[in-house]
């Protein structure tokens, strides 16, 4: 087993694809897949589902995935400490609800990082994508919700995929809305206040079950619906119609502009934001980094945080 065997392996299971690995390795496709049979038939353990799609991690090879990033990370320490090494390019790959404190966390944690190259992803993808991606190591983590409605439905997925949700913080359900909607000077709102507005979510794709949506309170009736696939369309439809959403009450100025207000909505549930993990991995130091910097984040609106790791 060699430390070029590892690097490779960590590669494939980054790109979910053999044929996109080698493009970004930079050697031939056929000497890739010898070199991942090779590391198999020599650990004696299958790593790799291989599908037209695509390939994903068995259970041996997300375990086995976790101890080659703490080998390569020790290896590269070494490297610089005794040999003088430049650091080796940071990695991070983040899957999101569309959550603007999720961003918000991102920017704080690229600013303080401090190797001279990285790369990093975040993604803002459907409930079902997250939980894939988080599944098959694409992401090292991801941020959902849960409340009474979808607990039991996730926390089966999780139990079946080998992943473990964090509670992060529990929010009171807020509307956003435009700044301009009639409704904004109000204390709070009720669904019947809401009922002559157009009621903004965001479209799940292929898993466009209740049980996945973004916004609670998805099976009640609204007589008027529009489904959208990026925060920044959904945002410009609160101030071109005003629509609304319902999520945290978290909004940040600095992104969203103050266009965007959330005012509390008076129903008897609750939103349990939480960030999921493999259990057979640990977490990169970047992706440590960046949940301080989610807490902290999430802490400066005055959310109480739950420190559980």
């Given at each position: 087993m060699t430390l070029q065997q590892l690097k490779y392996f960590i590669e494939v299971a980054?790109?979910?694809?053999?044929?996109?690995?080698?493009e970004r390795l930079f050697i031939a496709q056929p000497s890739l897949s010898n070199a991942l049979r090779e590391?198999?038939?020599?650990?004696?353990?299958?790593?790799?589902?291989?599908?037209?799609?695509?390939?994903?991690?068995?259970?041996?090879?997300?375990?086995?995935?976790?101890y080659a990033r703490?080998?390569?990370?020790?290896?590269?320490?070494?490297?610089q400490r005794w040999l003088n090494k430049k650091p080796?390019?940071?990695?991070?790959?983040?899957?999101?609800?569309?959550?603007?404190?999720?961003?918000?966390?991102?920017?704080?944690m690229v600013k303080k990082t401090d190797a001279e190259e990285y790369e990093y992803t975040l993604r803002e993808a459907r409930t079902f994508e997250i939980v894939e991606d988080v599944k098959n190591l694409r992401s090292e983590l991801g941020i959902l919700y849960m409340?009474?409605?979808?607990?039991?439905?996730?926390?089966?997925?999780?139990?079946?995929?080998?992943?473990?949700f964090h509670p992060l913080f529990t929010a009171v359900p807020h509307v956003f809305?435009?700044?301009?909607?009639?409704?904004?000077?109000?204390?709070?709102?009720t669904l019947e206040d809401l009922a002559d507005y157009p009621r903004?979510?965001?479209?799940?794709?292929?898993?466009?079950?209740?049980?996945?949506?973004?916004e609670i309170l998805s099976t009640e009736y609204a007589k008027k619906d529009i489904h959208v696939g990026d925060r920044a369309t959904i945002f410009n439809l609160m101030i071109g119609l005003n629509g609304y959403t319902i999520s945290t009450g978290i909004?940040?100025?600095?992104?969203?502009?103050?266009?965007?207000?959330?005012?509390?909505?008076?129903?008897n549930d609750s939103i349990e934001v939480g960030w999921i993990s493999h259990k057979d991995i640990q977490l990169s130091r970047q992706a440590a980094m960046y949940l301080e910097e989610l807490k902290t984040v999430v802490a400066e609106y005055g959310v109480d945080i739950k420190n559980e790791l």
């Open positions: 980054n790109s979910g694809s053999i044929n996109k690995a080698a590391l198999e038939t020599e650990i004696g353990h299958e790593l790799l589902t291989r599908t037209p799609r695509g390939i994903s991690l068995t259970t041996d090879g997300a375990e086995f995935l976790g703490q080998v390569i990370e020790q290896s590269s320490l070494l490297e080796s390019r940071r990695l991070c790959s983040i899957s999101t609800q569309h959550y603007a404190f999720a961003v918000n966390a991102f920017v704080n409340n009474n409605f979808n607990r039991q439905v996730l926390e089966k997925l999780m139990r079946e995929n080998n992943l473990t809305i435009s700044t301009s909607n009639p409704l904004a000077r109000k204390k709070y709102v903004l979510s965001f479209e799940q794709g292929d898993y466009n079950s209740f049980y996945f949506s973004e909004v940040s100025a600095d992104l969203n502009g103050d266009n965007i207000t959330a005012v509390p909505l008076r129903v």
